[in-house]
């Protein structure tokens, strides 16, 4: 791919979860088209060497702990963005938790947290970012998932949650294009090089999804980060409450293929 560092010229961008795995992959690719960026977990050792890679590509960049569960966290991390940068023009809601179980063996708690982190953490940030965004317009993106379009087993509350994201995705785009603001997400399939995969997936069920997938392979982080690069940037400017699926068009292959997904220790949360 050809980096254009005029592409993102000027705008600044908060990215959750954007320390490890396809946020990751997402902030550096928005640094390489001239984006400042600013990343945000729970942790700080899950940002700081991305921090500095988005550094040595010549963007800004800015480390910053917050729990998405936690809106006051989140308004002070948003807060702190915009006094670094001047400005917020683009919010990628990347932060997810996610384990196999279950649903007879899930506990209220399981459930509850996947649903605080996914679907109330994109809501949180959503709205703390709502004001900056106002500003001068900008692009919210939401990373969702390919669970929920099928009965995926051991997954009922990340489906769940993801089902609610998507659903975020297209009131939000409604309620606040009139600001100027669009809201879209990106439904990565299995992508390899991801936590996600390597604890969700076993050795075999991932040939099965390359053998699968019509294009013949799982989807690169890079794929990943590309679609969303496309959709904040003012190529997808008539965009608004799409939720691009990026998984080569493994998903349209049906419930047939699911089955031999997850790995075969399910347990209690």
């Known amino acids: 791919m050809t980096f254009n560092p005029q592409l993102l010229d000027g705008r600044a961008a908060l990215i959750t979860g954007g320390g490890t795995g396809i946020c990751r992959g997402i902030a550096l690719m928005l640094a390489a088209h001239g984006c400042s960026v600013a990343i945000v977990s729970r942790r700080l050792e899950h940002l700081s060497p991305t921090a500095d890679e988005i ?5 800004g960049a800015l480390a910053l702990t ?9 308004e002070k991390a948003v807060t702190e963005t915009v006094a670094q940068f001047g400005r917020l023009d683009v919010v990628i809601n990347g932060a997810a938790g996610n384990f196999v179980c279950l649903a007879e063996a899930l506990s209220p708690n399981g459930f509850g947290t996947v649903v605080d982190i996914d ?3 994109t809501f949180n940030v ?3 970012a709502l004001p900056h965004l106002k500003l001068r317009g900008g692009a919210i993106v939401n990373i969702s998932a390919t669970l929920q379009y099928f009965g995926t087993v051991g997954q009922v509350h990340a489906s769940a949650a993801k089902a609610g994201v998507d ?3 297209r009131t939000l785009a409604v309620e606040w294009g009139r600001y100027g603001i669009r809201v879209n997400g990106v439904a990565p ?5 991801t936590e996600g995969v390597r604890r969700l997936t076993t050795e075999t069920a991932r040939a099965r999804l ?3 997938c019509p294009l013949g392979r799982l ?4 794929d990943v980060s590309k679609a969303v690069l496309f959709l904040v940037s003012d190529a997808a400017s008539f965009i608004n409450g799409v939720t691009l699926v990026v998984d080569g068009g493994l998903w349209l292959q049906s419930t047939r293929v699911i089955g031999d997904v997850m790995s075969s220790g399910p347990a209690p949360v």
């Open 55 to 59: 550094r040595a590509a010549g963007a």
């Open 66 to 74: 917050a729990d998405v569960r936690d809106p006051s966290a989140v």
């Open 119 to 121: 679907l109330k953490g």
């Open 126 to 128: 959503s709205k703390a």
């Open 167 to 169: 659903t975020l995705t």
């Open 189 to 193: 399939g299995p992508t390899e090089d």
């Open 210 to 212: 390359v053998q699968d």
């Open 219 to 222: 989807a690169t982080i890079d």
